[in-house]
C-alpha cells in the first residue's frame, strides 16, 4: 500500500476503505508517512469530502493511535459532556457536581484552554492545591468513591488526531465537517465513557458562527458516536453573546459556586440543567428528560451538588473550604466600572471580543507557554436586549494593570452595538439531535 495512490484515489473523489485510513492514520503517527503527504491527503478530504463510513473509520483509526480507557472497573453507566467551547464557558464546574449528586459517574479528561480565558483545568486550579495530574489508579478509584474526577488529558490519548490538527492548522485544511467531528469524537471515544453528552455552541463566540453548521457538525458527531456502538447525545446552544455574566477564571468558578446554590444566571442554569438531564437519561439514571430535571434542581436545592463540589476538589488534593467560602478566592487588585456612551437597547454583543477583553487582560492564552491570571476578567451587567441609559454599568473589568484595563475597556465598548429598537428574542437551546 502505497500513500501516494491514496492521495489520488482521494484526489478523484473515490472512497478510502477501512484498511487504507489505518494504514494513512499509523503511518503519519509513526513518522513513515511525511508531513507533505498527509497534508495532501487533508486538502483532498476537504475538497472532496468523506463519506459517513470513511469519517466513521478515520475516528476509530484516531482513536486506538494511543491509549484507550477501559471504565469498565468502575460501577455503572459513565456518561462523559463535550463542549465545543465558547466565551464564559465554565459548565463542566457546576454540571458534573450535580450529575455525580443524581448518582451517574463522571469521569473526565479536560485541557488547558488556549484562547481568552483557561480550560476546564486552569479554571480547577484556582482552588488551591487542587491536581488533574493524578495517576491513572486514583483517578478510577476517585469516581468510584465520589462519582466525579476530572484529569488532564494524556499524551498517549488520540496522539493521531494531536499530530493531524497541528497540521490541518497550518494548512487551511481545520475547516472540513468531517475532520472537524473526527478530531472531536477520536478523543471522547478514547476516553472510554459509554455514553456521550455534547454541547455544540452557535453564535458569534463559538467555533460555528452560523446555526445550520452547527447543526450540521452536531449531526456528524452523533452519527459518529451511534456507528461506534455509543449513544450520542447532541444540544445545540447559543454562543452569541457570553455564557452567564462571568468571563475569567476565578470570576467563572465563583458563578458555577453560586449556580450549585441556585443562585446562578438563568442562562447558565439552563443550560446545565438541559446538558445534565440528558446526562441522566443516557445514563439509565432517570427515564425522561422532564424526571431528570427535577432530580437536578432537587440536588441543588438540598446543597448536595454542592457537597458533591466540595467532595471533589479535596479528593483531588485542593481546599473544599472555598467551595463554602468564595471570598477566600484571590482578587484582582482593581476593578473598574464600563458605563453605557448611550442611551437604548443593546442589540448586539460580539462575543468573541469579549473574550478578547479577557485575553487583553491575562485571563487566557495566546501560546501554550502563556502563564494565566487567573484573578482577572470581566462581570456583566447588562446583556443582549436590555435598555440602558446612559451612564448605567455594562460590566465590570477586574483587572491588576491600569494599560490593560484600558485597552480591554475600549475593546468592550467596541463590541457593544445599540439600537432605538428592542432587539428579537431568540430561543437560547436551539435543538436537540439524537441518533
Request: glycine residues 10%.
Given at each position: 500500500?502505497?500513500?501516494?495512490?491514496?492521495?489520488?484515489?482521494?484526489?478523484?473523489?473515490?472512497?478510502?476503505?477501512?484498511?487504507?485510513?489505518?494504514?494513512?492514520?499509523?503511518?503519519?503517527?509513526?513518522?513513515?508517512?511525511?508531513?507533505?503527504?498527509?497534508?495532501a491527503?487533508m486538502?483532498?478530504?476537504?475538497?472532496?469530502?468523506?463519506?459517513?463510513?470513511?469519517?466513521?473509520?478515520?475516528?476509530?483509526?484516531?482513536?486506538?493511535?494511543?491509549?484507550?480507557l477501559?471504565?469498565?472497573?468502575?460501577?455503572?453507566?459513565?456518561?462523559?459532556?463535550?463542549?465545543?467551547?465558547?466565551?464564559?464557558?465554565?459548565?463542566?464546574?457546576a454540571?458534573?457536581?450535580?450529575?455525580?449528586?443524581?448518582?451517574?459517574?463522571?469521569?473526565k479528561?479536560?485541557?488547558?484552554?488556549?484562547?481568552?480565558?483557561?480550560?476546564?483545568?486552569?479554571?480547577?486550579?484556582?482552588?488551591?492545591?487542587?491536581?488533574?495530574?493524578i495517576?491513572?489508579?486514583?483517578?478510577?478509584e476517585?469516581?468510584?468513591?465520589?462519582?466525579?474526577?476530572?484529569?488532564?488529558?494524556?499524551?498517549?490519548?488520540?496522539?493521531?488526531?494531536?499530530?493531524?490538527?497541528?497540521?490541518?492548522?497550518?494548512?487551511?485544511?481545520v475547516?472540513?465537517?468531517?475532520?472537524?467531528?473526527?478530531?472531536?469524537?477520536?478523543?471522547?471515544?478514547?476516553?472510554?465513557a459509554?455514553a456521550?453528552?455534547?454541547?455544540?455552541?452557535?453564535?458569534?463566540?463559538?467555533f460555528?458562527?452560523?446555526?445550520?453548521?452547527?447543526?450540521?457538525?452536531?449531526?456528524e458527531?452523533?452519527?459518529?458516536?451511534?456507528?461506534?456502538?455509543?449513544?450520542?447525545?447532541?444540544?445545540?446552544?447559543?454562543?452569541?453573546?457570553?455564557?452567564?455574566?462571568?468571563?475569567?477564571?476565578?470570576?467563572?468558578?465563583?458563578?458555577?459556586?453560586?449556580?450549585?446554590?441556585?443562585?446562578g444566571?438563568?442562562?447558565?442554569?439552563?443550560?446545565?440543567?438541559?446538558?445534565?438531564?440528558?446526562?441522566?437519561?443516557?445514563?439509565?439514571?432517570?427515564?425522561?428528560?422532564?424526571?431528570?430535571?427535577?432530580?437536578?434542581r432537587?440536588v441543588?436545592?438540598?446543597g448536595?451538588?454542592?457537597?458533591?463540589l466540595?467532595?471533589?476538589?479535596?479528593?483531588?488534593?485542593?481546599d473544599?473550604?472555598?467551595?463554602?467560602?468564595?471570598?477566600?478566592?484571590?482578587?484582582?487588585?482593581?476593578?473598574?466600572?464600563?458605563?453605557?456612551?448611550?442611551?437604548?437597547?443593546?442589540?448586539?454583543?460580539n462575543?468573541e471580543?469579549?473574550?478578547?477583553?479577557?485575553?487583553?487582560?491575562?485571563?487566557?492564552?495566546?501560546?501554550?507557554?502563556?502563564?494565566?491570571?487567573?484573578?482577572?476578567?470581566?462581570?456583566?451587567?447588562k446583556?443582549?436586549?436590555?435598555y440602558?441609559?446612559?451612564?448605567?454599568v455594562?460590566a465590570?473589568?477586574?483587572?491588576?494593570s491600569?494599560?490593560?484595563?484600558?485597552?480591554?475597556?475600549?475593546?468592550?465598548l467596541?463590541?457593544?452595538?445599540?439600537?432605538?429598537?428592542?432587539?428579537?428574542?431568540?430561543?437560547?437551546?436551539?435543538?436537540?439531535?439524537?441518533?
Amino acid at each position: 500500500m502505497r500513500m501516494y495512490d491514496l492521495i489520488m484515489k482521494k484526489r478523484n473523489g473515490e472512497i478510502l476503505s477501512k484498511e487504507e485510513i489505518e494504514f494513512m492514520v499509523k503511518g503519519f503517527t509513526e513518522g513513515s508517512i511525511p508531513d507533505y503527504q498527509m497534508s495532501a491527503m487533508m486538502m483532498a478530504i476537504y475538497f472532496k469530502g468523506m463519506t459517513e463510513e470513511e469519517t466513521l473509520f478515520l475516528t476509530l483509526a484516531m482513536e486506538h493511535s494511543g491509549d484507550v480507557l477501559d471504565l469498565s472497573a468502575i460501577d455503572g453507566i459513565k456518561v462523559d459532556k463535550h463542549s465545543t467551547g465558547g466565551v464564559g464557558d465554565k459548565t463542566s464546574l457546576a454540571l458534573t457536581p450535580m450529575v455525580a449528586a443524581c448518582g451517574i459517574k463522571v469521569a473526565k479528561m479536560s485541557g488547558r484552554g488556549l484562547g481568552h480565558t483557561g480550560g476546564t483545568i486552569d479554571k480547577l486550579e484556582s482552588f488551591p492545591g487542587f491536581s488533574t495530574e493524578i495517576s491513572i489508579e486514583q483517578f478510577f478509584e476517585n469516581v468510584q468513591k465520589n462519582g466525579i474526577a476530572i484529569m488532564g488529558q494524556t499524551k498517549d490519548l488520540a496522539p493521531a488526531d494531536k499530530k493531524l490538527y497541528a497540521l490541518r492548522d497550518v494548512t487551511a485544511t481545520v475547516d472540513n465537517m468531517s475532520l472537524i467531528a473526527s478530531s472531536i469524537m477520536s478523543k471522547k471515544l478514547a476516553a472510554g465513557a459509554d455514553a456521550i453528552v455534547l454541547d455544540v455552541k452557535t453564535g458569534s463566540g463559538a467555533f460555528m458562527k452560523a446555526e445550520q453548521d452547527a447543526f450540521a457538525l452536531a449531526e456528524e458527531m452523533v452519527k459518529i458516536g451511534k456507528n461506534a456502538g455509543k449513544e450520542t447525545i447532541a444540544v445545540v446552544s447559543d454562543m452569541d453573546q457570553p455564557l452567564g455574566e462571568a468571563v475569567g477564571n476565578i470570576l467563572e468558578v465563583k458563578e458555577a459556586i453560586a449556580t450549585l446554590h441556585g443562585n446562578g444566571p438563568k442562562d447558565f442554569e439552563t443550560l446545565c440543567i438541559t446538558l445534565g438531564s440528558y446526562m441522566l437519561v443516557a445514563g439509565k439514571a432517570a427515564e425522561n428528560e422532564e424526571q431528570a430535571e427535577k432530580m437536578l434542581r432537587e440536588v441543588i436545592a438540598n446543597g448536595k451538588a454542592l457537597e458533591k463540589l466540595a467532595q471533589f476538589v479535596k479528593a483531588q488534593g485542593g481546599d473544599d473550604s472555598y467551595v463554602y467560602h468564595p471570598e477566600k478566592f484571590d482578587r484582582a487588585s482593581m476593578i473598574e466600572k464600563i458605563v453605557a456612551p448611550q442611551t437604548g437597547y443593546i442589540a448586539h454583543i460580539n462575543c468573541e471580543e469579549i473574550g478578547n477583553c479577557s485575553l487583553v487582560l491575562g485571563g487566557g492564552r495566546e501560546t501554550k507557554e502563556s502563564s494565566i491570571d487567573l484573578t482577572v476578567g470581566l462581570l456583566l451587567k447588562k446583556k443582549k436586549g436590555a435598555y440602558v441609559q446612559e451612564g448605567e454599568v455594562l460590566a465590570e473589568i477586574f483587572s491588576n494593570s491600569k494599560e490593560k484595563t484600558q485597552a480591554a475597556k475600549e475593546r468592550f465598548l467596541q463590541a457593544i452595538t445599540f439600537s432605538d429598537k428592542k432587539p428579537e428574542q431568540t430561543a437560547f437551546i436551539k435543538g436537540i439531535v439524537k441518533a
